[in-house]
T-cell receptor, first 115, second 109 residues
Framework: DAGVTQSPTHLIKTRGQQVTLRCSPKSGHDTVSWYQQALGQGPQFIFQYYEEEERQRGNFPDRFSGHQFPNYSSELNVNALLLGDSALYLC??????????????FGDGTRLSIL | GEDVEQSLFLSVREGDSSVINCTYTDSSSTYLYWYKQEPGAGLQLLTYIFSNMDMKQDQRLTVLLNKKDKHLSLRIADTQTGDSAIYFCAEKGNNDMRFGAGTRLTVKP
């Protein structure tokens, strides 16, 4: 039973570029959340997708956008990259059935470095 | 800054018990969680407790919840070198999870 998988594992970009990160949820899960973890800090919530729609958004600018596909996989897009976007981006999935009570399971993340 | 607070470092000897403490702010949180993060990896769910419970035990792990003081703790019995990692406390909001900055546990042989 595959857990949450993310790709790529590492990525190097330069300021101003755009990036797309991908996530496949754990089998049987229908909800995907994205988090940003800066070095030495806890994860910060970016947004959550359920039924292909953004259900809740954290305090991140519009440069951060996402998508969820019919097979529940998800993408995180970041435009106009800044040095401060360098972080570990974590995807988490859960089986919510609309009730948001289930624990979230995390992937190993994508390490994004901005030069 | 984080709404959930944890001490940053804890060092113990192998075989001793470890206690990691956390305070949270949202009294309406229905679930509280402990995650473990090893170097270069994502977060591994260790255990979670429903807010109407005050204790949960799972093998070497014991979670204590003091809802009045909004205090959560994780006790690891017979701590091993493989337990060395960063431990995160988290509370569940509507759909998001709010994390502390993490406690780095070092286990000395």
């Amino acid at each position: 039973d595959a857990g949450v998988t993310q790709s790529p594992t590492h990525l190097i970009k330069t300021r101003g570029q755009q990036v797309t990160l991908r996530c496949s949820p754990k089998s049987g899960h229908d909800t995907v959340s994205w988090y940003q973890q800066a070095l030495g800090q806890g994860p910060q919530f970016i947004f959550q997708y359920y039924e292909e729609e953004e259900r809740q958004r954290g305090n991140f600018p519009d440069r951060f956008s996402g998508h969820q596909f019919p097979n529940y996989s998800s993408e995180l897009n970041v435009n106009a990259l800044l040095l401060g976007d360098s972080a570990l981006y974590l995807c988490a999935s859960s089986f919510d059935r609309g009730q948001s009570n289930q624990p979230q399971h995390f992937g190993d993340g994508t390490r994004l470095s901005i030069l | 800054g984080e709404d959930v607070e944890q001490s940053l470092f804890l060092s113990v000897r192998e075989g001793d018990s470890s206690v990691i403490n956390c305070t949270y702010t949202d009294s309406s949180s229905t679930y509280l969680y402990w995650y473990k993060q090893e170097p270069g990896a994502g977060l591994q769910l260790l255990t979670y407790i429903f807010s109407n419970m005050d204790m949960k035990q799972d093998q070497r792990l014991t979670v204590l919840l003091n809802k009045k003081d909004k205090h959560l703790s994780l006790r690891i019995a017979d701590t091993q070198t493989g337990d060395s990692a960063i431990y995160f406390c988290a509370e569940k909001g509507n759909n998001d999870m709010r994390f502390g900055a993490g406690t780095r546990l070092t286990v000395k042989p």
